[in-house]
């Protein structure tokens, strides 16, 4: 008898267990944000606009899958709480893929926001940090996504696509956050813009960066974001970084300055590369280039000032060759190897010497002469990122072209004026 | 000792309960408290303070060898007779009331900061206690034998998180090789032995676990597997979060358990991290409420121990909610892991050398 009614009992006891808690909050009851903006506020400290995810029309597939909303605030959780009242479920950062700050703000330091993100449970190290050129909100707005219902897949898709052009970096919170706080290298964000073309006629050569750089004609990375002479469903774009030092925005560079970065900072992973044909200046060699080794790095302090060497290491495929010259001939094939050398060398420098004012040593060579320190107080006394504004710079660019694709030479084209490449 | 006849278990299962007792600290703040101390070189701190703690068990061991099947109170007992039996039994139990709720409560806040955000502290100190209430009433036997079954998930799941982060690590991030200096890490980091203060649990399981050799091996097995997950963890945790963004880290493993991220599928894997801490968590807890019960009673020669667990429970209840905030609760800790060694170490030594020189009264016919 008494088994029975501890059973009873035990029964009873478990069935209101297994109801859940009565404070459980279902999925469809929170109201997920995707994307949040940071702008400076016209009254107020900060105009913050979330992009929230509208789940319904994600599954049917129809009609626009996110809604955006901007209000002023003095603080990110206060904006949270105002957000709260007019919207009808409980807004959720658990599945936030970006936060994007406007460049006025981000030249004003952003550190607190970025403590204020690593502190709260719902962000997660994993969402981006980007820095729009024109306001956030205007940003967002844009970025509607085209290819993909999932807008949160299509942020994290986007972000990621340094992994194939090289144009970005990684920018995820967690690095932001751990190279802000290093005294060895410093912080950079992705850059983001809106585009400003309806039209291809629009298109205006002045927005490239090709003749600072002593280029001919624009390259694929010779822009920022914001600036892609390009027409297209959506006009939000992401090109370039901008770098940080401590918390504060101090420079910019476009998208084949942040390859150059990724190259030395040893995240580079592959990307198609245009180079100036040795032979024929008016027309280019594409390769796909691959990181061979991870860079390497050596600090010398010479009467104070530091001396920065980095070897990199390349791996190539060529695509296509349009002078019809033929470098995949193994007498050639050093030819074009020097050129790109010699191309990527010179970018590289160049980049590095942008970023020496800006105390920015976004490739980490700090790192290598941390290591040679014992103690902790007598690297503090180097000073690196305040000494790094005196470096000089030495690379060491090796490019070995491993493969010539699906055509083992180049043929021409047979006509009635005879061979031609065109 | 009634229990002492009824109750033996091997080895495994002792070394298991023990490394827990001992491992819990690496959910709580282990990494972060090492890095405070030596900074860049906690991993260098860890691996001090683990060799410190296995030559001090061998001097134990060696020491314990004429007085195999005896607990602390028995060595009390030899040394000074009943007095001595209380007087180190209050030692103990002093020890042991002062961070069960320190832990109670610290797991608690835990809870509420990562899963239970919305709950009362109350509901979740209470969600702990009722497992500690009803594992101390299953006894010894069920603590230790599941905890041989749990521990080996625990520590899956611990590799995976570990192993799961590894493409973060960066090894600049552990130089300078020294951090905080040599004066820093080998002399004032020595009270940091106190990490292993759960080994106390060996000296109270030696009368279930009978034999010397058995005492050996799961001391040694304790303090060097223990070691080990220690030295591990402040590594890799050192070689993802430089110094001093370390030292910002409230919860350094769970932090690397966000970090955990395998493409756009496999992510999210904290949720795994809170299963691993809460079990161990409640054997950590379980075995502690029982080890109080059980020295009070061995100490002033009670018959059962079972009828101290609900006011044991109540008193560690109300310490545990004693402290304003959860900064305080660390804080207590902090002071713990600094002279947690006198009584984990020192007490067992001391009274070892001094049982050597005592030679015991011949018992009276009839005393058992």
Not at chain 1, 119 to 133: K, Y
Not at chain 1, 335 to 340: D, K, P, Q, R, V
Request: aromatic share 12%; glycine share 6%; with cysteine.
């Amino acid at each position: 008898m008494n088994k029975k009614i501890v059973f009873l009992i035990l029964v009873i006891l478990s069935s209101a267990l297994l109801t859940s808690c009565f404070d459980s909050k279902e999925i469809d009851e929170k109201a997920y944000i995707i994307a949040l903006g940071l702008d400076k506020g016209k009254n107020n400290y900060l105009n913050m606009t979330l992009q929230l995810a509208l789940p319904n029309k994600i599954t049917s597939g129809e009609g626009e899958s996110t809604s955006t909303t901007t209000v002023e605030t003095p603080t990110l959780y206060a904006g949270l709480n105002m957000i709260n009242t007019y919207i009808s479920k409980e807004v959720d950062f658990t599945h936030c893929k970006v936060v994007v700050f406007s460049k006025e703000l981000a030249q004003e330091g952003i550190h607190d926001y970025i403590h204020a993100m690593i502190r709260g449970r719902e962000f997660r190290g994993s969402m981006f940090v980007a820095v729009s050129t024109g306001t956030a909100e205007e940003f967002i707005e844009n970025a509607t996504p085209i290819l993909e219902m999932n807008p949160a897949k299509s942020y994290e898709m986007n972000f990621r696509s340094y992994e194939y052009t090289g144009f970005t970096g990684d920018t995820t919170l967690t690095n932001f956050y751990m190279l802000a706080e290093c005294s060895c290298r410093q912080a950079f964000a992705t850059l983001v813009g809106v585009n400003p073309y309806e039209d291809s006629d629009e298109f205006d050569p002045k927005n490239s960066t090709f003749r600072e750089k002593g280029h001919d004609r624009p390259l694929e990375g010779d822009f920022y974001a914001g600036k892609i002479p390009k027409v297209y469903g959506t006009k939000s774009e992401v090109m370039g970084i901008a770098a940080f030092d401590g918390g504060r925005m101090v420079g910019e560079f476009d998208g084949q300055e942040a390859l150059f970065h990724q190259m030395l900072y040893g995240t580079y992973q592959s990307s198609y590369i245009s180079i100036p044909d040795p032979k024929n200046p008016d027309a280019f060699v594409i390769l796909n280039v691959n990181q061979g080794r991870k860079p390497t790095h050596h600090v010398e302090m010479i009467n104070d000032a530091p001396i920065n060497s980095a070897k990199v290491q390349l791996e190539a495929d060529i695509l296509s060759i349009q002078s019809g010259f033929n470098y995949e001939n193994t007498d050639n094939i050093q030819i074009l190897e020097n050129a790109a050398e010699e191309h990527i060398k010179k970018g590289m420098l160049r980049f590095l010497n942008k970023t020496r004012p800006m105390h920015a040593d976004l490739c980490g060579f700090g790192r290598d002469l941390k290591m040679k320190y014992l103690l902790w107080e007598e690297w503090e006394k180097v000073h690196w990122l305040k000494k790094y504004a005196e470096s000089k710079f030495n690379v060491d660019v090796e490019v070995k072209i491993r493969r010539p694709g699906l055509m083992v030479r180049s043929a021409p084209a047979k006509g009635s004026e005879g061979d031609v490449m065109k | 000792m009634a229990m002492k006849n009824k109750i033996t278990f091997g080895s495994f299962e002792a070394s298991c309960i023990t490394i827990t007792l001992i491992t819990t600290q690496l959910f709580l703040n282990l990494p972060r408290a090492m890095m405070e101390v030596a900074w860049t070189a906690a991993w260098l701190l860890t691996a001090y303070v683990s060799v410190i703690a296995l030559l001090l068990f061998f001097i134990i061991d060696r020491l314990y060898r004429p007085f195999e099947g005896k607990d602390l109170l028995d060595l009390g007992e030899h040394i000074g007779g009943n007095i001595g039996r209380i007087i180190v039994g209050i030692i103990v139990l002093l020890f042991l009331i002062y961070i069960t709720p320190v832990i109670l409560r610290e797991f608690s806040e835990n809870m509420k900061i990562i899963a239970l955000t919305r709950s009362p502290l109350s509901f979740v100190l209470l969600f702990f206690l009722t497992g500690m209430i009803i594992a101390s009433y299953a006894g010894l036997e069920s603590i230790v034998r599941l905890s041989a079954i749990i521990v080996p998930i625990i520590a899956v799941g611990y590799l995976m998180i570990i192993t799961g982060s590894l493409r973060y690590i960066d090894f600049s991030r552990i130089t300078p090789w020294l951090g905080s200096g040599p004066y820093e890490i080998f002399v004032k980091g020595a009270p940091r032995i106190s990490v292993f203060a759960g080994i106390i649990l060996v000296y109270f399981l030696y009368p279930f676990i009978r034999t010397k050799k058995n005492f050996t091996t799961v001391g040694y097995a304790s303090v060097v597997f223990s070691g080990l997950f220690f030295f591990i963890g402040v590594l890799i945790f050192s070689l993802i979060f430089q110094y001093p963004t370390g030292t910002e880290s409230f919860l350094p493993i769970y932090e690397l358990a966000r970090l955990v991220e395998y493409g756009r599928f496999f992510q999210r894997l904290e949720s795994m991290f809170v299963i691993i801490w809460v079990a161990s968590a409640l054997l950590h807890l379980s075995i502690l409420l029982f080890l109080i019960a059980y020295v009070f009673k061995k100490t002033f020669k009670l018959k059962y121990y079972k009828p101290l667990i609900i006011p044991f429970s109540i008193i560690i209840f109300s310490l545990a909610i004693f402290s304003h905030n959860l900064l305080s609760a660390i804080e207590l800790e902090k002071h713990f892991r600094t002279f947690a060694w006198m009584v984990t170490f020192l007490l067992p030594i001391v009274l070892l050398i001094i049982a050597r020189f005592v030679k015991q009264p011949a018992k009276k016919e009839g005393e058992s």
